[in-house]
């Protein structure tokens, strides 16, 4: 069974704070791809960022940054100088490779980054 | 490039009315398709998916049914709708299985 966990449903901070989100992920298999998406007010989903189960180098984006660790079946996610605009809820997401193309999110984590 | 229509944005249905919720991909060929719901919460739940024409694959049982006529449209439905069924719809394609999703604006169902 695959299982996405994100520990924190709402996280509030201020303009120009660092904010990690958490995501913790259970999969029995060795081959498997982890997401984050974001999703803004207006509902739409959009993709940041996708990794597989065989790279665990961490990735910087800009402000965003990914820490991808087998170890503990975490891959936790880091904005850097947060901005109103990140306002958002986030969702961690795994897709094994044994599932299929069933991807399982977590249940998202709403930031609120307050001016 | 590719792009996903999905509509309507927005629908107020009475309790067992039926339902069609219409998702197309442009730019694309044989892509995975998907129809996901978001509930009140805020956690996506996966409710079917498609590899190909005519082939779905049902994750949750309920009163709900999606259909590929064409390569390029899902088209999701239910013949009478309860409460439950209330929620925001998302459509989504990928071209391959450990492609990330890409989504379409979401439909908000209020079933009244």
């Known amino acids: 069974a695959q299982k996405v966990t994100q520990a924190q449903t709402e996280i509030s901070v201020v303009e120009k704070e660092d904010v990690t989100l958490d995501c913790v992920y259970e999969t029995r298999d060795t081959t498997y791809y982890l997401f984050w998406y974001k999703q803004p007010p207006s509902g739409e989903l959009v993709f940041l960022i996708r990794?597989?189960?065989?790279?665990?180098q961490n990735e910087i984006s800009g402000r965003y940054s990914w820490n991808f660790q087998k170890s503990t079946s975490s891959f936790n996610f880091t904005i850097t100088a947060s901005q109103v605009v990140d306002s958002a809820v986030y969702f961690c997401a795994l897709m094994q490779e044994t599932s299929g193309s069933r991807l399982t999110f977590g249940e998202g984590t709403q930031l609120t980054v307050n001016p | 490039s590719q792009t996903i229509h999905q509509w309507p944005a927005t629908l107020v249905q009475p309790v067992g009315s039926p339902l069609s919720l219409e998702c197309t991909v442009e730019g694309t060929s044989n892509p995975n398709l998907y129809w996901y719901r978001q509930a009140a919460g805020r956690g996506l739940q996966l409710l079917f998916y498609s590899v190909g024409i005519g082939q779905i694959s049902s994750e949750v049982p309920q009163n709900l049914s999606a259909s590929r006529p064409q390569d390029r449209q899902f088209i999701l439905s239910s013949k009478k709708l309860l409460l439950s069924d209330s929620g925001f719809y998302l459509c989504?394609?990928?071209?391959?299985?450990?492609?990330?999703?890409?989504f379409g604006n979401g439909t908000r169902l209020t079933v009244t």
């Open positions: 990794r597989n189960s065989f790279d665990e």
């Open positions: 989504a394609w990928t071209p391959d299985r450990h492609s990330p999703l890409h």
